[in-house]
């Protein structure tokens, strides 16, 4: 059984900022009815931090998850590069800059890592998530359900992870 982790960041309070972690409020209560479920995790923050690659220990598969001003409609996917960016010294980090530390914590490669950002629009303070947001993270919902109900679809969405 593939052990997925689901990591949704934004700030609830910011309009469609709320996305990442809406999603993973979302996938969280499905997962009490999906036996096959079992062994993967969820979590939410306000942002990424270096503490964060401690979370993705014991883990085959990471998803991050996020509202994006410059994503495709209603959402982009791709794969995730461990590399030192100009976030990599900050307290809110890029996905690739958390997988870059996890690398230098633990000597080894990061499990396979995945960016499914969701498009949005409206992040004023206080703001509710947009109906085009709520309309983009149903769809978005779907691919996740679908990737963890299978993990393996992976590869059909982006092509092998790995070259033997």
């Given at each position: ?66 509202a994006a001003v410059s994503a495709s409609v209603p959402y982009s996917f791709s794969r995730l590069q461990a590399e030192r960016d100009g976030t990599f010294t900050s307290h809110a980090m890029s996905p690739s800059a958390v997988l870059a530390v996890y690398r230098q914590v633990f000597g080894r490669e990061p499990p396979d890592a995945y ?50």
């Amino acid at each position: 059984m593939s052990r997925v982790l689901v990591l949704g960041w934004g700030n609830p309070s910011r309009g469609d900022d709320a996305l990442g972690p809406e999603l993973v409020r979302r996938l969280e209560a499905l997962a009490t009815d999906r036996p096959g479920w079992r062994g993967h995790g969820f979590l939410t923050d306000f942002q990424l931090q270096p503490e964060h690659a401690l979370d993705l220990e014991e883990r085959d598969l990471l998803l991050f998850a996020d509202a994006a001003v410059s994503a495709s409609v209603p959402y982009s996917f791709s794969r995730l590069q461990a590399e030192r960016d100009g976030t990599f010294t900050s307290h809110a980090m890029s996905p690739s800059a958390v997988l870059a530390v996890y690398r230098q914590v633990f000597g080894r490669e990061p499990p396979d890592a995945y960016l499914l950002a969701i498009r949005g629009e409206a992040f004023e303070l206080g703001a509710p998530m947009s109906a085009a947001a709520k309309r983009r993270l149903e769809a978005a919902l779907a691919l996740a359900v679908e990737l963890l109900d299978a993990p393996d679809v992976v590869h059909r969405l982006v092509g092998p992870t790995r070259v033997a």
